[in-house]
């Protein structure tokens, strides 16, 4: 399936760029606050895609797309990091 390894490597290179800026500031989250970091950054971020959903986002870099591959890549570092059961 080209398309799913096409979007896997394009959330890889996000992951990858945007924890360079950030470090790693989602384990240290999990690490400090458990379970609910994962859940607070992952409502977040539903929270915004209901507001693109109704309306065009006027932030260039954060439309809904981008903040879908937001929620996956929260999704696969949480797993990455406590995912082990």
Known sequence: M???DN???DLKAIYTAKNQ?????F?????KFGKIAFVVR?????????QLSRAEAKVKDESFNDTV????N???MYLMKEGKE
Do not use: T, W
């Open 69 to 72: 591959r937001d929620l996956a």
């Open 2 to 4: 080209p398309e799913f």
């Open 7 to 9: 979007v896997c490597q």
């Open 27 to 31: 384990d240290v989250s999990l690490d």
């Open 42 to 50: 992952a409502s977040d971020k539903m929270m915004r895609l209901e």
């Open 21 to 25: 800026d950030y470090g790693n500031s």
């Open 74 to 76: 929260y999704c696969i």
